[in-house]
């Protein structure tokens, strides 16, 4: 009762998946955004890039005049996102995502307190500081978003992937279940150690504080069992409750 379960699997294996346990899932269609800034541009951008509706409400009429250039496939909206009538005569209650993202904290944190009471939508909340995370949890804001969080891991990420050793690189790093685990990904180079290649993972002396969640292999996607093994060449995505995997040889027992 209240775990929380992770699950790996294709997008179409994953659809079958809740399907079968009777979840409703959908992409959504349509996405308001409130504040027209930078993040707001390049978010815009991936979600008209992928058939999502963007409309974005912005008080600045000259920061407006550019993203209508910018974004000439999403409608902008001249108008303060506080200004209630006017999201809803926008189309709030029908909108299937809500991000706020304003400059100002308490601004976004009203925004989707009032977003999540007028549409079932996602909520998206963008805060810049978490001076008091424990109570902004207990607020219905759907996801939060704090750069300063997000740069840290791009950050982490990168020193991560400049420390290759043993023949394959973290390409990726990414920190899920609030920090506890860490998802990796690593490309396993010609001069990977021949003990970890072509040898099936059931005879690998695996740590027992990971798992060996997927291997991409070309245009392929594997979800591994025992007698898989790495090939040159492989995309390896681990998921390790630890945070000691800096190259793929340290899945292995000591």
């Known amino acids: 009762m209240n775990d929380i379960v992770s699950i790996v699997a294709t997008p179409q294996n994953s659809s079958d998946f809740f399907k079968k346990i009777k979840v409703k899932t959908h992409m959504v269609k349509n996405a308001m955004l409130v504040g027209g800034g930078t993040t707001a541009h390049y978010l815009a951008l991936q979600l008209l890039n992928i058939g999502i509706d963007v409309k974005i409400v912005e008080k600045d009429i000259r920061r407006c005049e550019e993203l209508c250039e910018l974004l000439p496939k999403a409608m902008i909206i001249n108008g303060a996102g506080i200004n209630h009538d006017l999201l809803l005569e926008e189309g709030l209650e029908q909108c299937e995502s809500f991000v706020a993202l304003?400059?100002?904290?308490?601004?976004?944190?009203?925004?989707?307190?009032?977003?999540?009471?007028?549409?079932?939508?996602?909520?998206?909340?963008?805060?810049?500081?978490?001076?008091?995370?424990?109570?902004?949890?207990?607020?219905?804001?759907?996801?939060?978003?704090?750069?300063?969080?997000?740069?840290?891991?791009?950050?982490?990420?990168?020193?991560?992937?400049?420390?290759?050793?043993?023949?394959s690189n973290v390409e990726n790093v990414y920190r899920i279940l609030e920090n506890k685990a860490e998802a990796l990904e690593f490309y396993i180079q010609p001069n990977c150690p021949q003990p970890l290649l072509e040898t099936p993972l059931e005879k690998l002396k695996l740590r027992s504080n990971l798992i060996v969640a997927m291997i991409i292999r070309g245009n392929q996607v594997i979800l591994p069992r025992g007698q898989d093994e790495f090939h040159i060449g492989d995309h390896v995505i681990l998921v390790s409750s630890g945070n000691t995997i800096m190259d793929i040889m340290d899945i292995l027992k000591k």
């Open 102 to 167: 304003t400059g100002n904290d308490e601004e976004n944190l009203f925004l989707s307190m009032f977003a999540g009471t007028k549409s079932a939508g996602k909520l998206v909340t963008k805060i810049n500081r978490l001076n008091y995370d424990e109570v902004i949890e207990r607020l219905n804001l759907g996801s939060i978003v704090c750069p300063k969080q997000l740069t840290a891991q791009y950050i982490v990420q990168f020193v991560r992937a400049k420390q290759n050793s043993l023949g």
